[in-house]
């Protein structure tokens, strides 16, 4: 008992979502001691359901993927599996002996907010029994009721999108990652470095901002004001990756990180996205465009001067007729906007 309580005191220290997903895994395998533990988010994208491998525990070792800018080690589409497309469709325990050898694979929902969010899978060389079925139904409710929470603290109550603070720890641990691996790329010998090709694409910062906002509360009054954000955000979720990170910063403004891609794409997504925006019939106030400045996030970048920079750009779409979208860089290439040395004590916001 001593041993379990200790799992769950490691499990609830942490407010960290990479360390909580570890650190279930982890208790689950040293518990049970299956073959080996699977934690995988279940991901909408598009017209269909994908599962993330977010954790890893086995006796070959602890792997996990860190959401903010790794890729998920496995991706399966649900339907590719009939265990965890049962378990997330009935929101039941579903195990699998069909492997042979007295090996079965158990697929366990974590369930909250009227939804599956992710399933949990024991590879076991036999069958476990209810004691210890009940037992890891234990931490997995540990672990829902933690996300819930952790989702209530790190999401805008209207918009349902992820907050500011979310926002700085989220910039902090990317920007920290990206200059981390660019350091350990210049430690690497010249041949060795050969190796790994070109540099990789950059995640981009885009800074949103419904335009005349002020007016749309004036004419129409708050109540439509509320309703124009969550249709916005709506329309957020509906354009970007389901990778990509979107935030409400308060107001009318609206951040995503987009995660690496050319600097082709991250303008042609921005810019369906405008157009969705534009094209859009907002219930009694009809039209709203939004307006969008962009800068892709750089090694050595802080916070501010990425904040900044896309700040700078947004500022130009607004002063040059609004429903437009600008990329830092290239103002700056074109000599519209001067590089700007930021100040990484300034609100920019």
């Known amino acids: 008992m001593i041993h379990v309580l200790k799992h769950v005191e490691s499990i609830t ?79 039941r325990i579903v195990a699998d002996a069909s492997a042979g050898n007295g090996r079965i694979t158990y697929c366990l929902p974590v369930a909250y907010d009227g939804k599956v969010s992710g399933v949990i899978e024991l590879r076991a060389s036999a069958a476990l029994d209810n004691e210890r079925l009940d037992l890891a139904l234990g931490f997995i409710n540990l672990y829902r009721n933690y996300l819930s929470l952790l989702d209530y603290s790190e999401r805008d109550t209207l918009t349902g999108l992820l907050n500011r603070r979310t926002f700085d720890d989220n910039l902090d641990k990317i920007l920290g990652a990206i200059t981390a691996s660019r350091v350990d790329e210049a430690l690497l010998p010249g041949a060795d470095r050969r190796q790994h090709g070109p540099v990789s694409a950059p995640h981009w910062l885009a800074v949103m901002d419904a335009d005349r906002f002020k007016r749309i509360n004036d004419e129409f009054g708050h109540l439509y004001g509320d309703e124009v954000l969550i ?45 969705k925006v534009e094209q859009y019939h907002f219930p009694q106030v009809g039209q709203v465009t939004i307006s969008i400045g962009y800068v892709p996030l750089r090694a050595g970048d802080t916070p501010s001067a990425a904040l900044g920079a896309a700040d700078e750009a947004l500022y130009y779409a607004k002063n040059h007729g609004r429903n437009r979208v600008c990329a830092y860089p290239a103002l700056v290439e074109a000599g519209e906007i001067l590089p700007r040395t930021f100040n990484d004590d300034l609100e920019l916001f």
């Open 13 to 91: 220290r942490h407010r960290d979502r990479t360390l909580l997903e570890v650190g279930v895994a982890s208790a689950l395998y040293e518990i049970l001691r299956p073959e080996a533990v699977n934690l995988f988010k279940v991901q909408d994208a598009g017209h269909r359901t994908l599962l993330h491998r977010l954790a890893h525990a086995g006796s070959d070792g602890v792997r996990y993927c860190d959401t903010d800018f790794d890729t998920a080690d496995e991706i399966l589409a649900l339907d590719s599996r009939e265990d965890f497309r049962a378990c997330v469709a009935e929101e």
């Open 231 to 275: 249709l916005l955000a709506n329309l957020m979720r509906e354009s970007f990756r389901f990778e990509d990170k979107l935030f409400r910063f308060g107001g009318e403004e609206f951040v995503a990180v987009l995660t690496p891609t050319s600097a082709e794409d991250v303008a042609r997504v921005l810019e369906r996205f405008r157009e």
